[in-house]
């Protein structure tokens, strides 16, 4: 059974920073394709960052163009964890953040590319 348990979320005010991790379990993710993807109330979830295994241990970084510059994805496949740094947050990044899975590789950005999902973590960012 593979679970994706997401942590770190909270409330910030704007210009904060938060730290989300997600800690994978039930098999070794080393090679997946691991993402974070974030639903607003009243949206549609909607892609944030992804990281995809290129060769080796080099991954390669993707981001959404909201967030590209100011958040970072990073993992550490011995730990099984994937994380989100998120700088200089705005209201607008206010949402329930999810981590996913696949072993599908490459620049996968649309939720049907993903197997596997997390229960989110609320990200709340006040003016």
């Known amino acids: 059974q593979v679970h994706l348990v997401e942590s770190g979320g909270g409330l910030v005010q704007a210009g904060g920073s938060l730290r989300l991790s997600c800690a994978a379990s039930?098999?070794?993710?080393?090679?997946?394709?691991m993402g974070w993807f974030r639903q607003a109330p009243g949206k549609e979830r909607e892609f944030v960052a992804t990281t995809n295994w290129i060769s080796g241990n080099t991954y390669y970084a993707n981001y959404a163009d909201s967030v590209e510059g100011r958040f970072t994805i990073s993992r550490d496949d011995a730990k099984n964890t994937v994380n989100l740094q998120m700088n200089t947050l705005k209201p607008e990044d206010t949402a329930l953040y999810y981590c996913?899975?696949?072993?599908?590789?490459?620049?996968?950005?649309?939720?049907?590319?993903?197997?596997?999902w997390g229960q989110g973590t609320q990200v709340t960012v006040s003016s």
């Open positions: 996913a899975a696949t072993a599908k590789r490459g620049r996968i950005t649309g939720t049907e590319g993903y197997d596997y």
């Open positions: 039930g098999r070794t993710f080393s090679g997946y394709t």
